[in-house]
């Protein structure tokens, strides 16, 4: 008992100082540190040094790492023939310095904001002008034009994919992406293609917002990491403007399939797609000046298209499709034709017969503009605009 009191007398004595220095430290804030802080305090500054030093380090040995090779290749793809397909695209360097765009549709995932967030400076090389789609030799060929003063907005700084459908339900299968690279050659350099394994691309319903984006394209097929097949996916620079881009038929797996082109310097993640399931619409903001949600937000930086169908013909409406036929309209009533001189009645489509195209700007019917979800200004010009 006697050796047990001693023990806890000593312990106190020895806790006591420690406890004493403790208290100080918070009492005298203000005063010099004692030697022994000081030390630890040496101690710590040189950790931090030394940790800073490896992380510098580490930095120069990133920015030192070999350049990319290019693996041998058996099939290297050639020039593309002529565009089985070609489609305008919206110049928005017209509008940039009013600081807005024509044609976007945020419902549709069809967006035309090559602008920065909030400020809307134009970004040319996020522009898409006019895309193409040629087959040749094994290979579908896209070309990609940007506008043509991409150069000094940091061209080919996007990243820019084709998106295709192949089981045309409206929900993206295989994603071509490239991060741009300056180099006028065939190369597999930031090339990839991916899959949606899960098929979630595009939320619970194809398209449209929803709010239940998935993970996206989420398994990868070809890759810098992963070839099995070196000779899969190609891209290619040309001058300021056109960007290359070629992939195997074999990968993509069918000979008839919807196709979409994008543009992204902006989010640039598919495992994000669709971007309007992941953002919403006041997040994403809006180009259109007319719009309350005015200017571009979170979704910013980013040019695509409608959906276009390839190696089959359209046999009723593809919500998101580029063609935009609208119905004809009935004649009159030859029974009772109206009177000579007489102004012709407005004839509308019942709501069945609308197409709604990813455009809202195409659309030129009053009822057709508010079904697909348009806005009717009554303008000459633009009579049906983007909600």
């Not at 017969?353 to 009822?367: L, Q």
Request: proline share 8%.
């Amino acid at each position: 008992m006697n050796n047990s009191k001693k023990n806890w007398q000593l312990g106190l004595i020895i806790l006591l100082p420690l406890v004493l220095i403790a208290c100080s430290g918070f009492l005298n804030t203000n005063e010099e540190l004692s030697s022994p802080e000081q030390t630890l305090q040496a101690i710590y500054l040189e950790r931090t040094q030394t940790a800073q030093a490896s992380a510098v380090g580490q930095g120069a040995a990133d920015v030192g790492e070999a350049p990319f090779t290019e693996p041998e290749h058996q099939t290297v793809p050639g020039n593309p023939g002529p565009p089985d397909q070609t489609k305008k695209e919206i110049d928005t360097s017209k509008t940039a310095n009013d600081k807005h765009a024509l044609g976007d549709s945020f419902r549709l995932g069809n967006l035309e904001r090559p602008f920065t967030e909030n400020s809307m400076e134009y970004l040319p090389e996020a522009d898409l002008i006019e895309i193409s789609l040629s087959e040749g030799s094994g290979f579908y060929y896209f070309t990609i034009e940007v506008f043509s003063g991409s150069e000094e907005g940091g061209f080919p700084s996007a990243s820019y994919g084709i998106e295709f459908d192949t089981d045309l339900d409206g929900r993206g299968d295989i994603l071509l992406w490239a991060e741009g690279v300056d180099n006028g050659d065939w190369t597999v350099e930031n090339v990839s293609v991916l899959t949606d394994s899960n098929n979630d691309v595009g939320g619970s319903a194809p398209v449209v917002p929803d709010g239940n984006g998935g993970d996206g394209y989420d398994e990868v097929l070809f890759s810098n990491d992963k070839m099995d097949d070196p000779d899969a996916a190609w891209q290619r620079k040309e001058a300021s403007d056109m960007i290359y881009l070629a992939i195997k038929t074999t990968l993509v797996g069918e000979s008839r399939f919807m196709w979409k082109v994008w543009a992204d310097s902006g989010t640039a993640d598919p495992a994000q797609f669709d971007y309007n399931d992941v953002f919403s619409e006041s997040q994403a903001g809006s180009p259109i000046k007319t719009s309350d949600l005015y200017p571009v937000g979170q979704l910013n930086r980013v040019d695509s298209t409608c959906w276009i169908n390839f190696g089959y013909q359209l046999s009723g409406n593809l919500l998101g499709g580029c063609d935009s036929a609208q119905p004809a309209q009935s004649p009159p009533s030859s029974e009772n034709p109206p009177p000579e001189g007489a102004p012709q009645p407005t004839l509308y489509p019942p709501p069945q017969m609308c197409i709604c195209p990813a455009n809202c700007e195409s659309i030129s019917n009053p009822a057709c503009c508010s079904i697909c979800g348009c806005i009717y200004t009554g303008d000459s010009k633009w009579p049906c605009i983007s909600n």
